[in-house]
């Protein structure tokens, strides 16, 4: 199977399956010297962990990392940074029927028509566990990109029909749907309920916010960061969608709203007026907040009886058995986060040599 490396200098390749021995990644190309230790990556593997609320799934997994290469005396050596995590929860029993139908909303079908083969024990290469190993390679990321003072701010700003209407950072980690206004937390969890009671699932919109990236990062052809970045956004298995900046909202507006207008503050300091743009033109950061929004689709496991077919060309009634996400979202935020994280930090190692001065910097 091709298509599990992603990135070109800081470049991840994750491993594993959902209910195989376990999962990982392998992280080639992070900086020698960077501070690192295995607390670093679990902060933002906490973050993703089945079993934090009544709105993530049962299983029980404690998804705590081992980091078997690439660190000495506490840095990192420059060379690939593996790190595993292990399935301890697998119920492999719960997913026995599914091999002989294809779930609605899943890649069952997909995978058997490419592949003639699949791995139905929670989806294989599918499932939401995947994304362990570049929530691991996205800590590292961060972490160099926070050596730079570039922070995130990623959050869920709707779940269902709630939209947080109001903005408090600090509310995000308060609430079990991480959202940044504690009223429309209270309401989406509300709408989960029924949603559980009517044993059906919920989608969603994660927001994140990029501050503090210097102009210039991207490049203005096929290697856009908006671009990058949408593809990163797009290759999480439930991201059906994702804005840059107004996104689709640009379709309502004019020219003389949507263009963000320069000038010059009192430091003389080019500065933009507005930020519809979302920090990126001409596929190139331009120094302000970087907005990006990626839209989740409803978790596809749901216990109501639907309508597929089975292997020998009937038509069947199934109720999926076994421990979902009633909602994707709130666990999906830090994934969101990480890829972005990971994107932005490869197009920065690619433009290091787009000046000629930044090389006499390094090695004259």
């Known amino acids: 199977m091709s298509g599990s490396t992603f990135g070109t200098i800081f470049s991840i390749t994750t491993w594993g399956e959902s209910h195989g021995k376990g999962l990982g990644v392998v992280v080639d190309g992070c900086p020698a010297g960077v501070p690192l230790c295995e607390e670093d990556i679990q902060v933002f593997l906490d973050r993703r962990k089945p079993g934090q609320s009544r709105y993530t799934t049962a299983r029980k997994e404690g998804d705590q990392v081992e980091i078997l290469s690439g660190i000495f005396d506490g840095k990192t050596t420059g060379t690939p940074i593996s790190m595993l995590v292990r399935n301890e929860d697998q119920r492999s029993r719960d997913y026995s029927e599914i091999a002989s139908y294809y779930r609605p909303g899943h890649a069952d079908y997909t995978f058997d028509a490419k592949y003639g083969f699949r791995d139905y024990r929670g989806g294989g290469r599918s499932s939401g566990r995947e994304t362990i190993g570049r929530v691991a390679a996205g800590a590292i990321a961060a972490k160099v990109l926070g050596e730079m003072g570039i922070s995130f701010c990623t959050y869920t700003r709707s779940i269902g029909p709630v939209t947080a209407e109001s903005f408090d950072c600090s509310e995000i980690a308060n609430n079990a749907v991480y959202m940044p206004d504690a009223a429309a937390a209270a309401r989406a969890q509300q709408y989960l309920e029924t949603c559980m009671s009517q044993k059906n699932s919920a989608g969603g919109v994660i927001e994140c916010r990029i501050n503090h990236v210097p102009a210039g990062i991207g490049d203005p052809v096929f290697n856009k960061l908006d671009a990058n970045l949408a593809k990163a956004m797009m290759s999480i298995g439930a991201v059906k969608g994702v804005e840059i900046g107004d996104g689709f909202a640009v379709t309502q507006s004019n020219g003389l709203e949507n263009n963000d207008e320069f000038f010059y503050d009192e430091d003389h300091q080019l500065q933009k007026r507005t930020n ?45 058995k076994g421990r979902h996400d009633p909602v994707i979202v709130p666990r999906a935020v830090v994934v969101v986060e990480s890829m972005a994280a990971i994107t932005l930090l490869d197009s920065m190692l690619m433009g290091m040599g787009a000046k000629m001065e930044n090389l006499i910097k390094i090695y004259s």
């Open 276 to 320: 519809h743009a979302g920090g990126i033109l001409g596929g190139i950061s331009d120094g302000n907040e970087i907005i990006l929004r990626a839209a989740v689709k409803p978790t596809a496991s749901i216990s109501s009886t639907q309508h597929t077919v089975n292997k020998t060309g009937e038509n069947i009634e199934i109720n999926i």
